[in-house]
Nanobody, 125 residues
Framework: QVQLAESGGGSVQAGGSLSVSCAAS????????VGWFRQAPGQERENVAC???????KYTDSVKGRFSISRDNAKTTLYLQMNSLKPEDTAMYYC???????????????????WGQGTQVTVSS
């Protein structure tokens, strides 16, 4: 059974940094993509970044140059380093995964099968 567990997050002032992690278990191999999504109150869940089995990455325009996604395949852990945080980055952050082989990581919420419970990130001005 696949399980994803986020950790990290918290509160920080604008301009600060935070990191969140996602521990993945239950996958039979490493041919899966993982992504970070976020959802603010009253808004739709959006993809922030994703990484495929080859460690190819994608970022939404609003976080390019500020966020960095990585994965440690040996430990099956996904990381999201967030720098220069802005109040508009405030949201619940979720990690997600999908068994898509060696294809590029998808960006749509509907493309991901497995989800974590989420961790809150709050950025104050």
């Amino acid at each position: 059974q696949v399980q994803l567990a986020e950790s990290g997050g918290g509160s920080v002032q604008a301009g600060g940094s935070l990191s969140v992690s996602c521990a993945a278990s239950g996958f039979s191999d490493r041919t899966y993509s993982v992504g970070w999504f976020r959802q603010a109150p009253g808004q739709e869940r959006e993809n922030v970044a994703c990484i495929d089995a080859f460690s190819g990455t994608k970022y939404t325009d609003s976080v390019k140059g500020r966020f960095s996604i990585s994965r440690d395949n040996a430990k099956t852990t996904l990381y999201l380093q967030m720098n220069s945080l802005k109040p508009e980055d405030t949201a619940m952050y979720y990690c997600a995964a999908t068994n898509n082989g060696y294809f590029a990581c998808p960006s749509r919420t509907s493309d991901y099968k497995y989800w974590g419970q989420g961790t809150q990130v709050t950025v104050s001005s």
